[in-house]
């Protein structure tokens, strides 16, 4: 029940990019067909909106697919666990994940209603009812009973500098669960920094896994484990964290 006129099939080169990734995919040929759906979504999106800046599949396929899921290198993602994606814009890198591993439960929260409107759409259309998507801050929505300390991992990619989305996903994960934060640019300085607010927020970072994407771009995944509660007085009110970081 695609919207009319979209060619759902991947290109079959872009189909092989994906294969070749090496990411974790219970059933590859399901997966496809799902990728082929949402990139047809995408750049139908795209051409009316400022969705995403994506404008071809193949890059969609790599800077979009295939870097949501290196969160899936490491194993840290296996299971039928709770997974919170914090400013997941357009679904990234939640979509890509619930079509890899469907045993996870994903809630893609973002900002901007209009975004995740699009992720509702977008998973409907692909099938994945493990997908939720919410519309809040994630400053409130971690001081909602019902979310913090409610998840055993959160993702996220190209939100905020490590020392805020410490500040931010520390207070939704369990104790023991994960921040998995995907970074494009790591300095040693935001490094350091982040590692010390994730000490203040009740974290402890575990490893930074550091690679590249097939087009050659640098990327790092940084794990940090939750050791300890994360005190009341956090995640400040919105705007705060990014306004004044921990450090
Ligand atoms: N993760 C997506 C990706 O990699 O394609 C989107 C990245 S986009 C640059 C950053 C997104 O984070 C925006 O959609 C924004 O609305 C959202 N965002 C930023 N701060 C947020 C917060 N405190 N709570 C919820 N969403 C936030």
Redesign the pocket.
């Known amino acids: 029940t695609l919207p009319q006129g979209l060619a759902p099939e991947l290109q079959p080169e872009h189909q092989a990019l994906l294969r070749s990734s090496g990411a974790e995919v219970a059933d590859w040929d399901t997966a496809l067909g799902q990728f082929g759906h949402l990139s047809a979504l995408l750049l139908e999106a795209s051409a009316t909106t400022n969705l ?1 800046a994506l404008r071809n599949e193949r890059d969609i396929v790599i800077k ?1 697919f295939i ?2 899921l290196t969160c899936l290198r490491g194993g840290y993602l296996q299971g039928q666990l709770r997974v919170l ?9 939640a979509l890509p994940l619930a079509i890899a591993q469907p045993d996870l439960q994903i809630t893609a ?4 209603r209009k ?1 995740v409107d699009f992720v509702a759409r977008a998973a409907g259309y692909l099938g994945l009812s493990q997908v939720t998507a919410l519309a ?4 409130d ?1 971690g001081r909602a009973a019902e979310h913090r300390e409610a998840y055993d991992r959160v993702v ?5 500098a490590l020392p805020v989305l410490a500040e ?1 996903a520390l207070p939704f994960l369990a104790p023991g669960g994960l921040l998995l934060a ?1 970074k494009a640019d790591l300095s040693p300085e935001e490094l350091d920094a982040g590692l010390r607010a994730a000490q203040e927020v009740g974290g402890e970072g575990v490893t930074v896994d550091r690679f590249h994407l097939p087009a050659g771009d640098a990327r790092s995944l940084v794990i940090i484990r939750k050791v300890a509660p994360t005190p009341e007085r956090y995640p400040r009110r ?2 705060m ?2 306004k004044q970081p921990l450090f």
């Open positions: 995403t979009h870097d949501s994606d914090i400013g997941t814009g357009a679904g990234f890198p929260l973002d900002a901007t975004k809040a801050r994630a400053e929505l996220t990619r190209a939100v905020a931010l995907q919105a705007g964290p990014a």
